[in-house]
């Protein structure tokens, strides 16, 4: 528990039901007050975790050295993956819990993940690498609810985070300035790996600009590159070893193909080579028609039927079949 609204309902959606629950916080960066109190309210006990080492080693860090190298890491992933569905579900099993059960908007039917019914607040695109024997063990007890249903359900039920705002950013970084946390990050732990300046190039190769680090950009950024064109410009791709941010017009961007390693197939075998299905590789993205086809080094490459503008390295690729989760991995390559 967080002690925001999501996780609160969740929790009190579950007590109502009869479950004989309790609430657990991982401390990432401070006390989960909020949670305490909510469990107060629901009368269960409030345990927490003490993750702030793991949370940096397997979070923090891989974000800042990503970004560092020219990838654009999903630090929610990464917390879902090793911390949420890996200690935290470990401390529930050692606990004698029977289930888990988290805020995220996502349904869970026959063993099978699925989108929420709530499509824009689906979630289900940071589950991905979740396994069918983590799914029998969790709980999405708002993935049938809209955010404003939950909101009402809080406000009804008189919990102390109805009225709470929702986060909207990266949760360690609160003020959205990725750059100035990673230097400030890396210039305490890893000074070595911090970014020097490099040159803005055009397609042609042309050097049209210069930049003070490649943590500054991202695939598909417009603003913020200081070079004046007839047309937009965007981020087409990035080198770390040149440290060079490659720029383009519209028309000269994007691929229609993506390779993704530390691939997860939630259920082996449903996936065959040359399978059509629906890709999304951006959170806040929507799912395009693709084809499957498993490479001899083990990697997958997916290829789109349309052009792809904004394909970046370092995020998640997730594969879905209508509403179920196939699977997925992280973008390393595209052409």
């Not at 949370?55 to 911390?83: D, K, M, W």
């Not at 083990?298 to 349309?306: A, H, Q």
Request: charged share 20%; hydrophobic share 35%; proline share 4%.
């Amino acid at each position: 528990m967080s002690g925001g609204v999501d996780s609160s309902v969740a929790a009190a959606l579950l007590v109502q039901a009869g479950y004989d629950c309790a609430g657990v916080s991982m401390e990432l960066l401070g006390k989960c007050e909020d949670a305490e109190v909510v469990c107060s309210q629901l009368h269960i006990p409030h345990f927490s975790l003490d993750l702030h080492e793991e949370f940096t080693q397997r979070v923090i860090e891989p974000f800042a050295t990503g970004y560092a190298s020219g990838s654009t890491p999903n630090p929610c992933i990464s917390c879902n993956r090793h911390l949420k569905f890996g200690l935290l579900l470990q401390w529930a099993n050692q606990e004698g819990f029977d289930s888990l059960a988290t805020g995220h908007y996502a349904r869970i039917l026959d063993g099978r993940l699925l989108r929420a019914k709530d499509r824009e607040k689906d979630q289900s695109y940071v589950l991905y690498a979740l396994s069918e024997e983590q799914l029998r063990m969790l709980r999405f007890p708002l993935g049938e609810f809209s955010k404003d249903e939950v909101r009402q359900l809080a406000l009804d039920m008189g919990l102390a985070s109805a009225n709470k705002p929702e986060s909207q950013d990266i949760c360690f970084i609160p003020e959205g300035d990725y750059a100035s946390f990673i230097e400030d990050y890396l210039q305490q732990n890893a000074p070595e790996k911090l970014p020097g300046p490099g040159n803005i190039v055009a397609v042609d190769g042309t050097v049209v600009g210069t930049h003070g680090g490649i943590h500054h950009f991202t695939i598909g950024q417009r603003r913020g590159l200081g070079v004046v064109g007839a047309e937009p410009y965007y981020v087409k791709d990035i080198n770390a070893d040149s440290a060079s941010v490659f720029i383009s017009t519209n028309e000269e961007r994007g691929g229609h193909t993506a390779l993704i390693n530390e691939v997860n197939i939630i259920s082996p075998g449903t996936l065959t080579d040359g399978q059509s299905l629906t890709a999304k590789h951006r959170y806040r993205g929507r799912e395009h028609p693709a084809k499957f086809f498993l490479q001899s080094d083990n990697t997958i490459k997916i290829v789109f039927e349309d052009m792809q503008p904004d394909l970046t390295k370092g995020q998640a690729l997730v594969l879905y079949d209508e509403d179920c989760v196939l699977g997925g991995g992280t973008i390393v390559g595209t052409l």
